[in-house]
């Protein structure tokens, strides 16, 4: 498995914006989850990676968080926008080989995380 490397996070306001960025390659398709304490971990947004780069999000987070991919740089990013508090979580990095980009529960290459943590 080719790992996954994380960076970004951090703590901010609520109303603020993050990025996280994943280094990755040779995945067709390219994920961020979070887990918040107490909670399970649960997909946030998706890209496929190919020619068409179809992004999927989870509906909290639809408008305020964007997945992008930078082929050139075998980056994958997250920008977050609006940031709330109920967005604090550890954030994973994670990726899946086949297609369904937007089936969560088959993503099974895990980056290391990094925590977001949003103050009200």
């Known amino acids: 498995q080719v790992p996954l490397v994380e960076s970004g996070g951090g703590s901010v306001q609520a109303g603020g914006s993050l990025r996280l960025s994943c280094v990755a390659s040779g995945y067709p398709c390219m994920g961020w989850f979070r887990q918040a304490p107490g909670k399970e971990r649960e997909g946030v947004a998706a890209?496929?990676?190919?020619?068409?780069?179809?992004?999927y999000y989870r509906g909290s987070v639809s408008g305020r968080f964007t997945i992008s991919q930078d082929s050139a740089k075998n980056t994958v990013y997250l920008q977050m926008n609006s940031l709330k508090p109920e967005d604090t979580a550890v954030y994973y990095c994670?990726?899946?080989?086949?297609?369904?980009?937007?089936?969560?529960?088959?993503?099974?290459?895990w980056g290391q995380g990094t925590q977001v943590t949003v103050s009200s």
């Open positions: 994670a990726a899946k080989s086949g297609a369904s980009c937007g089936s969560w529960d088959l993503y099974n290459v």
């Open positions: 890209i496929s990676t190919g020619r068409y780069r179809l992004p």
